[in-house]
């Protein structure tokens, strides 16, 4: 039997397309039994206060670059969105002294438009936003060479192939409202996924690729980053992918509560934690992924009681 249509944009799979159970027992979950679904493999950690969340944060990028060396270079791939990380990793490495020269970092994606990525003069750039709120805060004598930098651009492959040049320690990311990270979004309901989304493996076998973004992410980015301007939010996206995101020796999401909402919050947590692998939601994905950390700001979780407003 086809499962039901979604409850947003019926021509694409998304969580509304879950047992309803399984919504229900997420949005029960409190902070204490959030707390307790940690699992060997999926460690849920919480922070009191937004200095120790975002300071934490930065602080993974800080341990990753620490390790490279000239024999076994080293890096993270990073997310933009959060952003409020990336002036504290440039003050770090400017106060400790951290040398770059062996590091590497891989822009998570970028947008798509007019059959290629867009420039960094684009405002919604995330090189741009990468290189102005981090990479250019560091002092050049520090700085990692410029072939240690990789966003994904167009032309995928060679994208693709800077991740065989250094081992990536981390893959931060945060959590899109639509239950992804970076922009791995639920796939188009037609075709041979009319019925059902994609199998776990079949996901799991796709690399970094342009892709078309669902409805509730080009809503997402136009109220985080462009006041609600959804027009000027474009319709595609490059991301990495779960092929790369396997090659990461940890998956660390960040969720202070200004991107996702609290159900979603919880969802992603549970499944993950249970094991129950759905690519309507993403996200779940990882619960295939031998050490994930979801990172939680206590104060940002909310709740899922109703409330008018």
């Not at 979950?29 to 919480?46: E, K």
């Not at 796939?187 to 041979?192: A, L, P, Q």
Request: aromatic share 10%.
């Amino acid at each position: 039997m086809s499962r039901p249509l979604s409850r947003i944009a019926p021509d694409w799979w998304d969580y509304t397309t879950l047992d309803a159970e399984i919504i229900r027992d997420a949005a029960a979950l409190t902070v204490d039994s959030l707390s307790r679904l940690s699992r060997p493999g999926f460690r849920v950690v919480f922070y009191d206060t937004l200095e120790d969340f975002y300071l934490a944060e930065a602080l993974e990028y800080i341990t990753a670059w620490q390790q490279a060396t000239a024999d076994d270079p080293v890096g993270i791939c990073g997310p933009v969105g959060p952003t409020e990380q990336l002036p504290l990793v440039a003050r770090l490495v400017n106060e400790l002294g951290v040398d770059l020269r062996h590091a590497h970092f891989w822009g998570m994606d970028e947008w798509y438009e007019d059959s290629r990525e867009v420039p960094v003069t684009h405002p919604l750039s995330f090189e741009r936003a990468d290189r102005e709120l981090c990479f250019d805060r560091i002092r050049p004598e520090l700085r990692m060479p410029e072939a240690n930098l990789h966003f994904p651009k167009g032309d995928v492959d060679s994208y693709e192939a800077s991740w065989q040049t250094a081992r990536c320690a981390v893959m931060q990311g945060g959590q899109g409202d639509i239950k992804h990270w970076a922009f791995n979004d639920p796939v188009r309901r037609d075709g041979k996924y009319a019925d059902h989304p994609p199998s776990a493996e079949e996901y799991r076998r796709l690399g970094t690729r342009v892709v078309d973004l669902h409805p509730v992410t080009l809503a997402q980015n136009a109220r985080t980053s462009g006041g609600g301007n959804i027009t000027m939010v474009p319709q595609k996206a490059i991301t990495v992918g779960p092929v790369q995101t396997w090659k990461a020796e940890k998956v660390s999401i960040w969720q202070a509560g200004v991107h996702d909402n609290p159900l979603g919050q919880r969802l992603t947590a549970l499944m993950i934690s249970k094991r129950i692998v759905d690519s309507a939601v993403p996200m779940s994905l990882l619960a295939d992924h031998p050490n994930v950390q979801f990172n939680y700001y206590a104060a940002g979780l909310g709740t899922c009681a109703v409330e008018m407003h």
